[in-house]
């Protein structure tokens, strides 16, 4: 949290507003970032009732009997958790600033990578690895022995 | 000292024209998105939860061609509607007495509806891809295609309130937004997230082909679109003459 708020009073333009203005979508967003994630595991326990899971080796039947028995608060909850799923989208956001140098990181690390991978190591496979084996030259086959009926 | 005083100006200047590029690149995306929306035979008008399986397959049967040149379409083309959303991003970083919060809030959010409505067009295509397959299974395939584009509006919910929240915390003196802005983005929040009730409604104005859930979502998003372009648009005319 303080790194976000150290980061945002660099710009000379914000040093004129109070200290506590700055910090206030900080802390909307972790107090969002709480009240959704506790909002998604009442509506999955209570409304979805996803706990405990069915068991792996339900029938059918049973599967069709508990979507059937739970339909309604179901439909509720999910519905509900359809409008608030924004929630996660925030609860990624919060440190994403920090976060950006390893990003960085990452995507260089995967766009390097195939480029190692297509290149750099094939290249040194071919310098410094054996080559395959090269076959023995077959006897040439003449046609009269191809055509010969077997003994 | 001057070199680099001319240098930040320079970079400042051709980043305001790469937005503005890509800022009136959006009119053309809007209408190749238009042209695929209206190619697609189910939404004009929209398929009805309530048709029955063998109605569904016949559906998809006869109108394979068309459903496969819209949603290929939607997947080539659908992604380009991001860029214009990062320069909303782009000005919301502009935005004074505020972190990058919201900022990033909303860069999260934008990337994943975008994903879901990515899902979307892929269930309609694989729903075409074998339409000899038994009705019951198309019928699966188009719930969930009509579903994934209708009822996941939380990620777009989001958008509209971050936007409104960073604009309520910008510096009153010079606002990178209109203060309306966030009223409008509030508003438009509250038209789209009904369209939740897809999941649930089969008949009325909360079902995928209701009033509410398809044509109140759909055109409040595009009205959406329209108005921010205009707005981005008298906001960087602003940064130009200021810059000038």
């Known amino acids: 949290m303080s790194t976000v708020a150290s980061t945002a009073s660099d710009d000379p333009a914000e040093s004129t507003t109070p200290a506590r203005?700055?910090?206030?979508?900080?802390?909307?967003?972790?107090?969002?970032?709480?009240?959704?994630?506790?909002?998604?595991?009442?509506?999955?326990?209570?409304?979805?009732?996803?706990?405990?899971?069915?068991?792996?080796?339900?029938?059918?039947?049973?599967?069709?009997?508990?979507?059937?028995?739970?339909?309604?608060?179901?439909?509720?909850?999910?519905?509900?958790?359809?409008?608030?799923?924004?929630?996660?989208?925030?609860?990624?956001?919060?440190?994403?600033?920090v976060q950006q140098p390893l990003a960085c990181v990452i995507v260089g690390g995967?766009?390097?990578?195939?480029?190692?991978?297509?290149?750099?190591?094939?290249?040194?496979?071919?310098?410094?690895?054996?080559?395959?084996?090269?076959?023995?030259?077959?006897?040439?086959?003449?046609?009269?022995?191809?055509t010969a009926e077997p003994a | 000292m001057q070199v680099l005083l001319e240098d930040e100006n320079r970079s400042a200047a051709t980043n305001?024209?790469?937005?503005?590029?890509?800022?009136?690149?959006?009119?053309?995306?809007?209408?190749?998105?238009?042209?695929l929306f209206a190619a697609f035979p189910g939404f004009?008008?929209?398929?009805?939860?309530?048709?029955?399986?063998?109605q569904v397959a016949e559906f998809y049967r006869d109108h394979t061609a068309m459903i496969r040149?819209?949603?290929?379409?939607?997947?080539?083309?659908?992604?380009?509607?991001?860029?214009?959303?990062?320069?909303i991003l782009a000005r919301m970083q502009r935005m004074r007495g505020q972190s990058h919060i919201f900022a990033f809030s909303y860069l999260s959010a934008v990337v994943a509806g975008a994903t879901l409505f990515a899902l979307s067009d892929?269930?309609?295509a694989v729903a075409a891809f074998r339409t000899d397959r038994s009705a019951d299974l198309i019928q699966v395939l188009n719930d969930l295609a009509w579903i994934f584009f209708i009822a996941p509006i939380g990620m777009l919910v989001a958008q509209f309130v971050l936007l409104a929240l960073a604009i309520y915390f910008d510096d009153d003196r010079?606002?990178?937004?209109?203060?309306?802005?966030?009223?409008?983005?509030?508003?438009?929040?509250?038209?789209?997230?009904?369209?939740?009730?897809?999941?649930v409604f089969r008949d009325g104005p909360l079902a995928w082909n209701g009033v509410v859930s398809f044509?109140?979502?759909?055109?409040?998003?595009?009205?959406?679109?329209?108005?921010?372009?205009?707005?981005?648009?008298s906001s960087y005319r602003r940064e130009a003459r200021e810059s000038a």
């Open chain 2, 122 to 124: 892929i269930f309609f």
């Open chain 2, 215 to 233: 044509w109140f979502r759909n055109i409040a998003f595009a009205v959406f679109v329209v108005v921010m372009f205009l707005v981005l648009r």
């Open chain 2, 69 to 87: 040149f819209s949603m290929v379409g939607f997947n080539l083309c659908g992604i380009l509607i991001v860029p214009f959303f990062v320069l």
């Open chain 2, 174 to 199: 010079d606002p990178v937004f209109p203060r309306w802005v966030a009223h409008y983005s509030l508003v438009t929040a509250v038209l789209m997230a009904p369209s939740a009730g897809a999941a």
């Open chain 2, 16 to 35: 305001l024209r790469a937005q503005q590029a890509i800022l009136w690149s959006t009119p053309a995306v809007a209408a190749v998105l238009l042209v």
């Open chain 1, 21 to 97: 203005a700055m910090r206030t979508d900080v802390y909307i967003s972790y107090w969002f970032f709480a009240v959704f994630y506790g909002a998604l595991s009442a509506g999955v326990i209570f409304m979805g009732r996803a706990t405990p899971p069915p068991r792996p080796d339900v029938t059918d039947i049973q599967v069709a009997h508990w979507f059937a028995q739970h339909h309604a608060t179901i439909r509720i909850g999910f519905a509900i958790l359809l409008v608030i799923a924004g929630g996660a989208a925030i609860s990624n956001g919060i440190g994403s600033q």
């Open chain 1, 110 to 146: 995967m766009l390097l990578s195939p480029i190692c991978s297509l290149l750099v190591i094939p290249t040194f496979a071919r310098l410094f690895m054996p080559g395959p084996r090269k076959a023995e030259p077959a006897e040439p086959v003449t046609s009269a022995e191809a």
């Open chain 2, 44 to 54: 004009f008008p929209p398929m009805s939860p309530n048709m029955t399986a063998a």
